[in-house]
């Protein structure tokens, strides 16, 4: 239930939401001045590498069934436009929580790389 629950609530394609969106302090956006940004980080910014721990729980409860690990693989394709976005090769730190399709934060954060690169080797 948990990790349903973690899907429908803070999983997007390019991380987790600090925060859900149903929350009236969710912030949908990183951006603006330096104070802005700081109250924004952990809001409902979402980050990379909790994703690790999402996938592995979401193998475990599943009993890493070939069908489980095939979810898995098909949500991490999203990485292949990450990857070539910012510095190539890499995975940003955060994304905005409301439409996470631009990276935010330091472009090459080596614990999403790490993280994603683990899962991959674990599939």
């Given at each position: 239930m948990v990790v349903n629950k973690v899907f429908d609530k803070l999983y997007t394609p390019y991380g987790l939401r600090?925060?859900?969106?149903d929350d009236i302090q969710f912030v949908p956006e990183y951006s603006g001045k330096h104070y802005k940004r700081d109250m924004s980080?952990?809001?409902g910014t979402v980050w990379t590498f909790p994703l690790g721990s999402y996938f592995r729980a979401y193998?475990?409860?599943n009993n890493y069934t070939n069908e489980a690990k095939e979810v898995v693989k098909k949500q991490l394709n999203f990485f292949e436009d990450a990857l070539r976005e910012?510095?190539?090769?890499q995975v940003a730190e955060i994304y905005d929580g409301?439409?996470?399709n631009e990276s935010?934060?330091?472009f090459a954060q080596a614990w999403s790389v790490s993280e994603?690169?683990?899962i991959y080797d674990e599939l």
């Amino acid at each position: 239930m948990v990790v349903n629950k973690v899907f429908d609530k803070l999983y997007t394609p390019y991380g987790l939401r600090s925060l859900s969106p149903d929350d009236i302090q969710f912030v949908p956006e990183y951006s603006g001045k330096h104070y802005k940004r700081d109250m924004s980080y952990h809001q409902g910014t979402v980050w990379t590498f909790p994703l690790g721990s999402y996938f592995r729980a979401y193998l475990k409860v599943n009993n890493y069934t070939n069908e489980a690990k095939e979810v898995v693989k098909k949500q991490l394709n999203f990485f292949e436009d990450a990857l070539r976005e910012g510095c190539v090769g890499q995975v940003a730190e955060i994304y905005d929580g409301l439409i996470p399709n631009e990276s935010r934060g330091c472009f090459a954060q080596a614990w999403s790389v790490s993280e994603i690169l683990k899962i991959y080797d674990e599939l």
